[in-house]
């Protein structure tokens, strides 16, 4: 148990409190800075649900420390959470990844986040020239390139095609039923996160192109697609999924190329979400928003991308329209969900990690490390929308605000009314 004073003292407090100031005596210090009724609120604070902390936090017993380390929060709760909400947290490192020849894949899916009933998450490495299999599946699929680069095709059913080369930063949205393939390219591949707008779904779960052939009588594969014998001979007896393969040639050869048997298509795919103008840029750091607004064929994911900077936190918020499905790319945060009837959770996130909040619940994010925290913010949804806890309350005459909080009209002028998204550190 991490502790700043000795465990057998009943004043002992987890580190966590202690280092962030987030209660304990630091709120006492503020308190005697703003008077006496500001003393009474804090030593209410306090108070909530007292029964849940004070000299029980002590543990004489065995412990995972790396894994305490890695979630000062998860553990040892702040003195403001209580009872449970159900998961909120998973990582891809504790997944198990499927290892094959050109690259691997695991995922986190309603099976490992039992509340994601809306969403499903899959990481994915291909190694240069390495192929995804041409498939399809149920799911409409989003994409978010993590590195390298990689060229993706998709047809439509009015037999025009797609193709593209994207990067870093960039992603993709394939509708489902839609037919694609996904190929790593130089100098060494890719690797990128998918998102499908089913809780349940499953990368063994597609319809690969090899597996319907296989399972196709000869004589039926001879009539419908002009193949011999010995053609069909060739033909893999079972899946490839992912397999290396040549590199391709330019993309431009490509098109070419797809051109002499039909139509490219003018729909778009692709998009770069990293490299787009941020929507919001303040002291705190960087969001920018992609969802069927500026990238049509979107219409089934919403997505923020959110660079916090150290100490700096995605304010008070909360979304009307759906679950929050988050990846985290960089950094070292903390997340507390709020839900009805006074319940919070709080947990820490790192790299890989995937956070959930349930719809319509509040929740911020605050970076608590020293590098950028970087993170995806998903939606099964059209549009990306939110509600802030500041600019509710100063959009509301004062004096209902001041009934609610017994803050003056005074207190009450210092919240930020414009939505900021993200705050920088004080
Ligand atoms: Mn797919
Ligand atoms: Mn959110």
Redesign the pocket.
């Known amino acids: 148990m991490s502790m700043t004073t000795d465990p057998g003292s009943p004043l002992s407090l987890p580190r966590t409190y202690s280092r962030r100031g987030f209660l304990g005596q630091s709120t006492l210090t503020l308190a005697a800075a703003l008077g006496t009724a500001a003393v009474a609120g804090a030593q209410q604070r306090s108070q909530i649900h007292a029964g849940e902390h004070g000299n029980g936090i002590s543990n004489p017993g065995q412990e995972n420390k790396p894994l305490l380390d890695e979630n000062p929060n998860t553990n040892t709760p702040p003195e403001t959470d209580f009872g449970d909400i159900g998961p909120i947290w998973y990582s891809f490192d504790l997944a198990r990844k499927r290892v094959e020849e050109g690259g691997w894949t695991h995922q986190v899916t309603q099976r490992e986040l039992p509340p994601s009933k809306d969403i499903a998450g899959v990481n994915m490495r291909l190694t240069k020239g390495s192929f ?1 299999e041409l ?3 149920t799911a409409d ?1 989003w994409a978010f390139m993590l590195y390298g680069n990689a060229r993706v095709t998709v047809l439509n059913p009015d037999g025009t095609m797609f193709v593209d080369d994207v990067a870093k930063g960039d992603l993709w949205f ?1 509708p489902a039923g839609y037919p ?1 393939s ?1 190929q790593g390219l130089g100098p060494d591949g890719c690797e990128f996160l ?1 998102v499908f707008d089913e809780g349940n779904f499953s ?1 063994d779960g ?1 319809f690969l192109l090899s597996e319907w052939m296989a399972h196709t009588p000869d004589e039926v594969l001879t009539k419908n697609s002009n193949l011999s014998a010995a053609s069909i001979a060739k033909l893999p007896k079972r899946e490839l999924y992912i397999f290396p393969a040549e590199m391709p040639g330019s993309l431009a050869a490509d098109r070419e190329e797809i051109e002499k048997s039909g139509p490219i298509t003018q729909q778009q795919y692709t998009f770069k979400m990293e490299a787009m103008k941020p929507n919001k840029t303040t002291p705190g750091g960087e969001v920018r928003v992609v969802d069927s607004s500026n990238f049509p064929v979107s219409k089934s994911i919403a997505a923020g991308l959110v660079v916090l900077k150290p100490g700096a936190i995605r304010e008070m918020h909360w979304h009307p329209n759906a679950s929050e499905w988050q990846f985290y790319l960089a950094g070292k945060g903390r997340m507390t969900v709020f839900m009805p009837p006074g319940r919070a959770r709080t947990m820490d996130f790192n790299a890989n990690d995937v956070g959930y909040v349930p719809p319509v619940a509040g929740h911020y994010i605050e970076n608590t490390g020293t590098e950028d925290l970087v993170f995806l913010e998903l939606f099964k949804a059209d549009s990306f929308q939110e509600f802030t806890l500041n600019n509710w309350l100063r959009r509301l005459p004062i004096q209902m605000v001041s009934s609610h909080t017994n803050l003056s009209a005074e207190e009450i002028r210092r919240i930020p009314v414009e939505k900021n998204d993200v705050i920088a550190g004080k």
């Open positions: 995804r498939h399809w599946h699929e394939f694609h996904i998918l990368e597609t």
